[in-house]
């Protein structure tokens, strides 16, 4: 497509349940990006792939997030038993050389 | 670590004023500076960009010179129109080995232009 695509764009999640985010990165891009950005805040970078390769989770706040990137394509971040905390909007970015390219975010409100 | 501090919005003007949001910076290297906006309903867009000191980004009327000195990237505009009414993101890049083009950002700056 002719940018980051992600869905769904809306999640309503009850407390305990786990969800699973999905990226679309722009065809060719080797560089993804995951994001938490809170209501009124800036983005906080959560995890890096390059390629398939997981080269930095150092974000993820804690081990109920999991991301992966099997095939070097498409992403998906996981959160499992779902906390009123991690109600935010996930933020995927793709890059090739530098420059970001941010999709629109899919908004998680955890109930 | 890396960190990034914009001027607390939100920030209200009337259409054709002068605008500035100030960013400062902390970073151990040599980062990249970065500022973007979201526009309602949007994704996060680059709005323009500085890699190393003295150089200025500029893009659609905007300005933001990267000021080593003062560890600041303050953006400016000399005439808002309605239409830049948007949420401002500066952001800083220090590219390492296993963080490509990982981006640290300020919390953001909503500006409110009125006509």
């Known amino acids: 497509g002719a940018g980051v695509s992600q869905s769904p764009r809306y999640k309503v999640a009850k407390r305990g349940q786990d969800v699973a985010l999905r990226c679309d990165p722009i065809?060719?891009?080797?560089?993804l990006f995951w994001y938490q950005q809170a209501l009124g805040q800036g983005p906080e970078f959560l995890t890096y792939?390059?390629?398939?390769?997981?080269?930095?989770k150092s974000g993820l706040p804690s081990d109920r997030f999991f991301a992966e990137r099997p095939e070097g394509s498409v992403s998906t971040l996981k959160i499992q038993r779902t906390q009123q905390e991690d109600s935010a909007v996930y933020l995927c970015?793709?890059?090739?050389?530098?420059?970001?390219?941010f999709g629109e975010g899919s908004r998680l409100t955890v109930l | 670590g890396d960190s990034v501090t914009q001027m607390e919005g939100p920030v209200t003007l009337s259409e054709e004023a002068f605008l500035t949001i100030n960013c400062t910076y902390t970073?151990?290297?040599?980062?990249?500076l970065f500022w973007y906006v979201q526009y309602p309903g949007e994704g996060l867009q680059l709005l323009l960009k500085?890699?190393?000191?003295?150089d200025k980004g500029s893009n659609k009327g905007f300005e933001a010179t990267y000021r080593k000195e003062t560890t600041s990237f303050h953006l400016e505009k000399g005439s808002v129109q309605v239409s830049d009414s948007a949420v401002y993101f500066c952001?800083?890049?220090?590219?390492?080995?296993?963080?490509?083009?990982?981006?640290?950002f300020g919390e953001g700056t909503q500006l409110t232009v009125n006509p």
């Open positions: 970015a793709s890059s090739l050389e530098g420059e970001l390219f």
């Open positions: 065809s060719g891009h080797v560089s």
């Open positions: 792939f390059q390629n398939e390769a997981q080269l930095d």
């Open positions: 970073a151990t290297g040599y980062p990249s």
């Open positions: 500085a890699t190393k000191a003295d």
């Open positions: 952001a800083l890049s220090d590219r390492g080995e296993t963080s490509g083009s990982r981006l640290t």
